[in-house]
């Protein structure tokens, strides 16, 4: 069973073959979700292309055999006890604010849902982070045995930040004709999450999947089903969310957080016509790997207020504030390929100087230069099906909010929008679905609370001097009347024998106060700096390792500087366990004395969190910040130069990287289970069991329903 029609993948099986030509491998650096990106680089040559359009028709060409081979090979041997199960994934929504909107009436649909099923809070995972805990929910285990603990892990030898979800090898053979270099192999594309996800394990069984943009899932899982990828796919600068600011305005050129400034030029035909280059990957095809570029020209009417732009050969006609639809980019690389990607333009300003903001480029979907779906074709297919959507893993341009560069319209019209797309492919999706499963996260709810927390709450340093529009300060719960609609919409297309899960991942509270970890350590002893240095430098590079015993990087772990496990360790195994103690004992209720509160509840040592064959990969601490506090934004790019605490004036000023304690998530059902304190790790053994199906020994988690109950169910 597919929910892909054959005829829609006869027409795009081609085209994805030969777009599917590029694939990651140098990183650029940049700070959404101040980390580094995945990294992109350009890769194909004609054998690369007849080879995969040789595979991709010969799929084609097999797919009844491999249909007959399939249910042969997995005939069930037990009978599922329900014929849909639907999972809507509500990132980041709270169950203090639902509470509120029930009881204020506000949300009639989950009400509806509860009194039909269940609501219970859900447990999240330590640290309560989207990475990891999307991770326990697809494979029922605890971090330590699928390998993600952070959006970040670190390198040991180098001490640098890695993406904690994808490994990126480089293009290391090539043959040289000429200027050009051809590439004799493909890079290294590898996603580092452990332990089959219950997909995998109910397409093992011949039931059909469809996961919609769960996180940690790039490159796509290979299972039998379809999934559009989600979290960690970059854009085409290979960062996890680069905007571009196009400018005549002359400064530094440097965005703190997530952007990147290009001066315009004048083209010769007045001060009223401008130019530049939009960039693009760097050109695995020539020494040096030159940028790709696209043309972008503007002719600006100052008296109309409006400018007419031609982006790679595309016109639009804009006002300030106008944000546009997708425009497509096609960065020509060599003869016969290019690199297709999308992007949104708003024009910021026209008076004195003028002004273009472009969003982060996008892998196109319909022409997806990388591999974020499963078949490969089934980005393309849903491209088709419902129009260009944002394929960027964090899609929603948090930077541009802090940085300024957009405004509170221009965030909620992007979140708005995306979720609309979601929306689309979801229903289409579900429509299709005859039996088996649906697994699609939507991501509004944890952006919209990221970056307007600061109207929620009275006297949030963030808000300071703002006056928000009315719709604005009510974004939040404006968005939860939103997830209602949705939820009642699913509710109506569901039959007697479908189950209903809506489930976040975790909850939110406010981001007041930024902690510099490593400055703390600084001046308790625990770390060093070279001789002369400030810790100015990022990525802790003015630390002296051979003085220091611990060092914090990421959002919400701290390592020890271990002697034959980083490169320059200092401390001796023997002596881990007694400083661990020494070091918990002091900072568990460390005190922000300024504001005469709790900063950290408590300092949790991972050997008693987390158990499993990945543990050795993990951070040796998970801090649990209070209400209020997180990791600083300096301190989470390993700045030093800090105060200890001080307070987070940026529009993101809402969070959820604190004490899991304090922010569990939401769980409804469409059925009453049988357990009071449901946790995420719960879910992947329990839609196995609602498939007749045993979970594996490895999961921790447990089914929700006892066997009297699925016994009901079965009747």
């Given at each position: 069973?597919t929910?892909?029609?054959?005829?829609a993948?006869r027409?795009?099986?081609?085209a994805?073959?030969?777009?599917?030509?590029?694939?990651i491998?140098?990183?650029?650096?940049a700070?959404?979700?101040?980390?580094?990106g995945a990294?992109f680089?350009?890769l194909?040559?004609?054998s690369?292309?007849?080879?995969?359009?040789l595979?991709?028709f010969?799929s084609?060409?097999?797919?009844?055999?491999?249909?007959?081979?399939?249910?042969?090979?997995?005939?069930?041997?037990?009978k599922?006890?329900?014929?849909?199960l639907?999972?809507v994934?509500?990132d980041?929504?709270?169950?203090?604010?639902?509470?509120r909107?029930?009881?204020?009436?506000?949300?009639?649909?989950?009400k509806?849902?509860?009194?039909?099923?269940?609501?219970?809070?859900?447990?999240?995972?330590?640290?309560?982070?989207?990475?990891?805990?999307?991770s326990?929910?697809a494979?029922g285990?605890?971090?330590g045995?699928?390998?993600?603990?952070?959006?970040l892990s670190?390198d040991?030898?180098?001490?640098?930040?890695?993406l904690?979800?994808t490994?990126?090898g480089?293009?290391e053979?090539?043959?040289k004709?000429?200027?050009?270099r051809?590439?004799?192999?493909?890079p290294?594309?590898?996603?580092?999450?452990r332990?089959?996800?219950f997909?995998t394990l109910?397409?093992e069984a011949?039931?059909?999947?469809?996961?919609?943009?769960?996180p940690?899932?790039?490159?796509p899982?290979?299972?039998?089903?379809?999934q559009l990828?989600a979290?960690?796919?970059?854009?085409?600068?290979?960062?996890?969310?680069?905007?571009?600011?196009?400018?005549?305005?002359?400064?530094?050129?440097?965005?703190?957080?997530?952007?990147?400034?290009?001066p315009?030029?004048?083209?010769?035909?007045?001060?009223?016509?401008?130019?530049?280059?939009?960039?693009g990957?760097?050109?695995t095809?020539?020494?040096g790997?030159p940028a790709?570029?696209?043309?972008f020209?503007?002719?600006?009417?100052?008296?109309a207020?409006?400018?007419?732009?031609?982006?790679?050969?595309?016109e639009?006609?804009?006002?300030?504030g106008?944000?546009?639809?997708?425009v497509?980019?096609?960065?020509p690389?060599?003869?016969g390929?290019?690199?297709?990607?999308?992007?949104?333009v708003?024009?910021?300003?026209?008076?004195?100087?003028?002004?273009?903001?472009?969003?982060?480029?996008?892998?196109?979907?319909?022409?997806?230069?990388?591999?974020?779906?499963?078949?490969?074709?089934?980005s393309t297919?849903l491209?088709?099906?419902?129009?260009?959507?944002?394929?960027?893993?964090l899609a929603?341009?948090?930077?541009?909010?802090?940085?300024k560069?957009?405004?509170?319209?221009t965030?909620?019209?992007?979140s708005?929008?995306i979720d609309?797309e979601?929306?689309?492919?979801f229903f289409?999706a579900l429509?299709?679905l005859?039996?088996?499963?649906?697994?699609?996260?939507f991501?509004?709810?944890?952006?919209?609370?990221?970056?307007f927390?600061?109207y929620?709450?009275?006297g949030?340093?963030?808000?300071a001097g703002t006056?928000?529009?009315?719709?604005?300060?009510?974004?939040?719960?404006?968005?939860?009347r939103?997830?209602?609609?949705?939820?009642?919409?699913?509710m109506e297309?569901?039959?007697?024998?479908?189950l209903?899960?809506?489930?976040s991942d975790?909850?939110f509270?406010s981001?007041?106060?930024?902690i510099?970890l490593?400055?703390?350590?600084?001046?308790?002893g625990?770390?060093?700096?070279?001789?002369g240095?400030t810790g100015s430098g990022?990525?802790?590079?003015?630390?002296d390792?051979?003085?220091?015993?611990v060092?914090?990087?990421g959002?919400?772990?701290?390592?020890?500087?271990?002697?034959?496990?980083?490169?320059?360790?200092?401390?001796?195994?023997k002596?881990a366990?007694?400083?661990?103690?020494?070091i918990?004992?002091?900072?568990?209720?460390?005190?922000?004395e300024?504001?005469?509160?709790?900063?950290?509840t408590?300092?949790?040592?991972c050997?008693?969190?987390w158990?499993?064959?990945?543990?050795?990969?993990?951070?040796?601490?998970?801090?649990?910040?209070n209400?209020?506090?997180?990791?600083?934004?300096?301190g989470?790019?390993?700045?030093?130069?800090r105060?200890?605490?001080?307070?987070?004036?940026?529009?993101?000023?809402?969070?959820?990287?604190v004490?899991p304690?304090l922010?569990?998530g939401?769980?409804?059902?469409?059925r009453?289970i049988?357990?009071?304190?449901?946790?995420?790790?719960?879910?992947a053994?329990?839609a196995?069991?609602?498939?007749?199906l045993?979970a594996?020994?490895h999961?921790?988690?447990s089914?929700?329903?006892?066997?009297?109950?699925?016994?009901?169910?079965?009747?």
């Amino acid at each position: 069973m597919t929910d892909c029609p054959t005829r829609a993948a006869r027409t795009v099986a081609r085209a994805g073959a030969l777009a599917a030509l590029l694939l990651i491998a140098d990183t650029l650096p940049a700070h959404a979700y101040v980390g580094p990106g995945a990294g992109f680089a350009l890769l194909s040559s004609l054998s690369v292309v007849l080879v995969t359009t040789l595979i991709a028709f010969a799929s084609l060409l097999i797919w009844p055999f491999r249909t007959l081979w399939r249910m042969f090979r997995h005939r069930r041997k037990t009978k599922p006890l329900i014929k849909r199960l639907v999972v809507v994934g509500l990132d980041g929504q709270d169950p203090r604010l639902t509470d509120r909107f029930l009881a204020e009436g506000k949300l009639p649909n989950l009400k509806k849902l509860s009194e039909q099923g269940c609501y219970h809070r859900i447990r999240t995972t330590y640290p309560s982070v989207s990475p990891v805990a999307w991770s326990s929910f697809a494979t029922g285990t605890n971090p330590g045995k699928h390998n993600i603990f952070d959006f970040l892990s670190r390198d040991p030898k180098t001490y640098l930040p890695m993406l904690s979800s994808t490994r990126i090898g480089p293009l290391e053979k090539f043959v040289k004709i000429g200027k050009w270099r051809i590439p004799l192999h493909k890079p290294e594309l590898t996603l580092l999450r452990r332990s089959k996800p219950f997909w995998t394990l109910l397409g093992e069984a011949n039931i059909w999947s469809t996961v919609l943009r769960v996180p940690i899932t790039f490159p796509p899982d290979k299972f039998y089903g379809a999934q559009l990828g989600a979290m960690s796919i970059p854009d085409l600068l290979g960062t996890q969310g680069t905007f571009l600011f196009f400018t005549t305005r002359r400064g530094d050129g440097k965005f703190q957080e997530g952007g990147l400034t290009i001066p315009f030029a004048t083209n010769g035909k007045g001060p009223d016509h401008f130019t530049a280059n939009v960039p693009g990957p760097g050109n695995t095809f020539l020494d040096g790997e030159p940028a790709l570029e696209v043309p972008f020209s503007a002719t600006v009417d100052r008296a109309a207020g409006k400018a007419k732009l031609n982006v790679g050969g595309e016109e639009l006609e804009l006002v300030p504030g106008q944000l546009s639809d997708w425009v497509k980019l096609e960065f020509p690389a060599a003869p016969g390929v290019k690199v297709a990607g999308l992007v949104r333009v708003m024009v910021t300003e026209i008076g004195d100087e003028f002004s273009v903001y472009f969003t982060p480029i996008s892998i196109d979907p319909e022409k997806p230069a990388m591999p974020i779906s499963h078949p490969g074709y089934y980005s393309t297919y849903l491209a088709k099906k419902i129009g260009p959507f944002s394929t960027l893993g964090l899609a929603e341009d948090t930077w541009a909010l802090n940085e300024k560069v957009t405004d509170d319209a221009t965030f909620w019209r992007q979140s708005f929008d995306i979720d609309g797309e979601r929306r689309k492919m979801f229903f289409a999706a579900l429509d299709k679905l005859r039996s088996g499963s649906l697994v699609c996260v939507f991501d509004g709810t944890d952006r919209i609370q990221h970056m307007f927390w600061r109207y929620l709450e009275d006297g949030h340093p963030a808000a300071a001097g703002t006056n928000p529009a009315p719709e604005h300060k009510n974004a939040i719960e404006n968005l939860y009347r939103e997830n209602d609609k949705l939820v009642g919409e699913v509710m109506e297309k569901l039959g007697k024998d479908d189950l209903l899960m809506v489930v976040s991942d975790h909850g939110f509270t406010s981001f007041r106060r930024g902690i510099n970890l490593n400055r703390w350590l600084l001046e308790n002893g625990y770390l060093a700096l070279k001789e002369g240095r400030t810790g100015s430098g990022d990525w802790l590079q003015d630390v002296d390792w051979s003085r220091t015993k611990v060092y914090a990087i990421g959002l919400c772990g701290m390592y020890l500087n271990l002697k034959g496990r980083e490169a320059q360790g200092i401390v001796d195994p023997k002596d881990a366990k007694a400083l661990k103690r020494e070091i918990i004992e002091k900072m568990s209720g460390l005190r922000d004395e300024e504001r005469n509160e709790v900063a950290i509840t408590e300092l949790f040592d991972c050997d008693d969190i987390w158990d499993g064959p990945y543990v050795r990969e993990a951070p040796d601490f998970i801090v649990g910040y209070n209400h209020g506090y997180r990791i600083s934004w300096d301190g989470a790019t390993g700045i030093i130069d800090r105060p200890v605490f001080e307070d987070n004036v940026k529009a993101w000023s809402g969070d959820h990287g604190v004490d899991p304690r304090l922010v569990p998530g939401v769980f409804f059902c469409s059925r009453k289970i049988d357990r009071e304190e449901p946790a995420l790790w719960d879910i992947a053994p329990t839609a196995l069991k609602l498939f007749g199906l045993s979970a594996p020994a490895h999961m921790e988690g447990s089914s929700l329903f006892q066997d009297s109950t699925l016994q009901e169910l079965r009747s």
